[in-house]
Nanobody, 122 residues
């Protein structure tokens, strides 16, 4: 059992900044890749940023230079620092992670959080 819980969402003015977090808990042996996805009403879910267990990162073109993904492996927590926010960043942001449970012999499994709403006003 692994639970992912997002926090830090809210309302912010365009041009402002916001940091959202994703905390993982449960019978975790190791968390491999993690990522942030977002989905706005009427739009497909899209990948925002990913980070490997070693700290390598990649970003969607739409957020490059504005967002920073990071993780604290000791705390099983991932962050997304969002700067220079735009109204088009408004969406529900979802945490995604691949985790290896403490149970021996099982492959990594994919988990999702329930999302946190980020709203950017003009």
């Amino acid at each position: 059992q692994v639970q992912l819980v997002e926090s830090g969402g809210g309302l912010v003015q365009a041009g402002g900044s916001l940091r959202i977090s994703c905390g993982a808990s449960g019978r975790i042996f190791r968390i491999n890749d993690m990522g942030w996805y977002r989905q706005a009403p009427g739009k497909q879910r899209e990948l925002v940023a990913v980070i490997t267990s070693g700290g390598s990162t990649n970003y969607a073109d739409s957020v490059k230079g504005r967002f920073i993904i990071s993780r604290d492996n000791a705390k099983n927590t991932m962050y997304l620092q969002m700067n220079s926010l735009k109204p088009e960043d408004t969406a529900v942001y979802y945490c995604n992670a691949w985790a290896l449970l403490t149970t021996v012999g099982l492959p990594p499994r994919e988990y999702w959080g329930q999302g946190t709403q980020v709203t950017v006003s003009p």
